[in-house]
Structures are given as structure tokens and as C-alpha cells.
């Protein structure tokens, strides 16, 4: 028997992910118990729930919830679980969380699975003390040789693969699922204008700033036959308006602004192929990308600099687009495309196999033999 729990996410947060995993692990008869904030949209999962009890925690938002209510309430379903002897299984966790739960378990017999998110990136990359010292957490948890039924769950072999490069002790304690894909209709893009575009968060980290920089590399009789847009909200730090050559739809500032999914889904779908700017030295290195998977959803090519994630998922399902090493090189295959536009459909079959490989059917499935072996 399982306990399901993600007391950190509100609202919308990790929606795919926590909805698709529910789901699959709702079609088994071992779900007894599943934990979420009061206002998670998954909750509605559970309402027709007979035998599963849900459990809502009031989450205020704040990093003294993050860091120490949250930890207190996770020793509380640590201690129910290993009484009851059920397994839990958390859909996300604060890098304290790592760190208690491989303490908690050098003591008292107990089957945990954390699948691992954007907190991967205070091992490579943090940000201020909070991050660092939560990088600090989750090494320390990583290098506890004697946990020996914590199972980390990694999304994405990319990154499973780099955590056991640094991480060789990992190796038996660490598996891997496919992040599931949204449930998104794409539509066939039949207008004249190719149209190139980034869509998402538009952030510091993601080097987003770079679109124009972009644009200035593509020969101005080419961009003025194209369009290259951006799709979302700023982190703050990117600014609209710097090019007349770049039009940007559901142009917000995260935290200030919502944007209805209809908007957003309808723009994204005007977009020919993505644009990415981030590589290597970022913090992405760690951290699975939402919108390669939104990529594959949407049957929408990518142009992107070079970086290990997209790197691997190329040499595994071919190329799914282009990966350069600089503007430069952007610039000179949106060139191609735009002489040469039937080259626009060569990525589709290779787009198909992921689409395929990462559905609903084998997500569940991995995930189900993982709580179940």
C-alpha cells in the first residue's frame, strides 16, 4: 500500500505531471491516502474517490512554509506511513525533505520514492544561501550509502545519466520515468509566414534575452518574410519591446499576470519551430525541461544551442530540429529554412517515436513497476 504525497504544489503547479501520475496510480487498488495543498487542482481527482482518503494541507506560500511547516508535516506522514507499513511516494520534495527522509530512514524500515525536480539545480547551479544550503541537503542525501529503500526517481534519462556520472553510489538507488505529455491538440500550420518563437517562462536563466540578439544575426530581407514571436510571461528581468522584428503574445510578468491556457494553447500553436538559448553552463543541465516535452505535445521542431538534455534526446530519437553552437549558426539554418521550406517536415517521424515513447500508457506503466517492485 502507497501513500501519494506533494504538499508543495498550489493551483496549477507540476499540473501535468501530478495529474498524469495520480491518474496512473489511481488505477491500482494500492493508493490509500494522497496529500495535497487545499488549493491543488488535483484535488478534483480524488473527489469521486471512495476508497482513498484525501488529505489537504493549508500551504501559505511562503518560504517558511517551504523549509520548515512542510518538513514537520513530512515527519508526520513518515512516522503514519512506517506504522501502517505503506510506502510513500513523493511527487515532489524540498531539498530538506531529501535530507530528513535519508536520516529518517538510517533508523526505522520504510519503501520512499522522490521523483526529483527543478531542486537538481542547487547541486550545479544555486542561487543565494537558501539554495546553496539546499544543495547541501540533497548532496548529503545522495551520498547516505546506507539508505538502502530510498529510490529517487529521475525524469529523463539525461538526467539520470548525469546524476550517476557525479553520483556513482546512486546507481541501484536511482531509476527513471518519461515526464508524461499534456494532453494538447496541434494544429497544421498552413500560413504563408514561417514563424519561429520561444514560448514559456521568459527568464534570466533561460538566457530568453538572446531572441534578440537572434534576430539581429538574420538577414533583414529574410526576417522581414518571417515572423519570430515570443509566447508567455517575463520573469521580470526579460523586457518586451526591444525589436520591431519580434511580436509578443501573452505578454505578462510571472506572479502579476494569468494567462488563460485557451491564449496561450492558440498562440503556441502558431509557432514553426521553438527557439531555445539556453546550454551546458546553465542550470538546466540538472533540471528537466517543460517545454521540450510542450515541444513534443505541440509536433513543434527546435532550434536551440547546444546542450546535453536536447543532445541525448537527439542522438535517441534523431534530429528533432537543429543544435547549434551559436547565433550564428541559428540564424543560418532559419535561412535554410526559409529557401528550402519542405525541409520543415523532415523532423516529424523522429517527433512521432518521442510522442509515442513518452504517452500516457508507458508513463504509467514505469511508474506502476517502480512503487510495485
Known amino acids: 500500500m502507497t501513500i501519494i504525497v506533494d504538499i508543495l504544489r498550489q493551483n496549477d503547479e507540476h499540473n501535468v505531471f501530478n495529474s498524469k501520475a495520480i491518474t496512473a496510480l489511481l488505477s491500482t487498488s494500492t493508493i490509500t491516502e494522497v496529500w495535497l495543498t487545499k488549493n491543488s487542482t488535483c484535488n478534483v481527482l480524488l473527489d469521486r474517490e471512495i476508497n482513498v482518503k484525501k488529505r489537504n494541507v493549508r500551504s501559505f506560500g511562503s518560504k517558511f512554509y517551504y523549509w520548515f511547516i512542510s518538513s514537520f508535516i513530512t515527519v508526520y506522514i513518515l512516522f503514519r506511513a512506517y506504522f501502517r507499513k505503506e510506502s510513500v511516494l513523493f511527487l515532489s520534495a524540498t531539498p530538506l525533505h531529501y535530507y530528513i527522509i535519508s536520516k529518517f530512514l538510517l533508523i526505522l524500515n520504510l519503501n520512499i520514492y522522490i521523483i526529483m525536480h527543478g531542486e537538481l539545480s542547487y547541486l550545479n547551479h544555486p542561487i543565494g544561501l537558501g539554495q546553496k544550503i539546499g544543495g547541501w541537503c540533497i548532496n548529503k542525501s545522495f551520498l547516505s550509502y546506507k539508505v538502502k529503500k530510498l529510490t529517487y526517481i529521475a525524469l529523463g534519462f539525461p538526467i539520470y545519466s548525469l546524476l550517476l556520472e557525479i553520483y556513482p553510489s546512486l546507481a541501484g538507488h536511482i531509476t527513471i520515468v518519461e515526464h508524461p505529455l499534456d494532453d494538447i491538440t496541434f494544429s497544421k500550420k498552413n500560413d504563408k509566414k514561417l514563424c519561429f518563437g520561444s514560448f514559456g517562462i521568459h527568464s534570466k536563466d533561460k538566457n530568453s534575452e538572446k531572441i534578440y540578439d537572434l534576430a539581429l544575426c538574420i ?155
Open 219 to 373: 538577414d533583414e530581407n529574410i526576417i522581414k518574410s518571417i515572423d519570430i514571436i515570443t509566447v508567455g510571461i517575463s520573469d521580470g528581468y526579460f523586457k518586451y519591446g526591444r525589436s520591431d522584428n519580434i511580436l509578443h503574445y501573452c505578454a505578462g510578468v510571472f506572479g502579476k499576470n494569468f494567462i488563460p491556457r485557451e491564449e496561450f494553447v492558440m498562440n503556441v500553436n502558431k509557432i514553426d519551430f521553438a527557439l531555445f538559448f539556453y546550454n551546458g553552463d546553465t542550470q538546466y543541465a540538472l533540471v528537466p525541461s517543460g517545454i521540450f516535452y510542450d515541444c513534443i505535445s505541440f509536433n513543434i521542431p527546435i532550434i536551440s544551442l547546444k546542450n546535453r538534455i536536447f543532445q541525448a534526446y537527439f542522438e535517441k530519437y534523431g534530429p528533432m530540429g537543429k543544435l547549434c553552437n551559436n547565433l550564428d549558426e541559428m540564424a543560418d539554418f532559419i535561412k535554410l529554412l526559409y529557401l528550402e521550406r519542405e525541409k520543415c517536415e523532415e523532423y516529424f517521424d523522429n517527433m512521432k517515436s518521442a510522442r509515442d515513447d513518452m504517452s500516457f500508457n508507458n508513463f504509467r506503466d514505469n511508474l506502476l513497476r517502480i512503487i510495485q517492485s
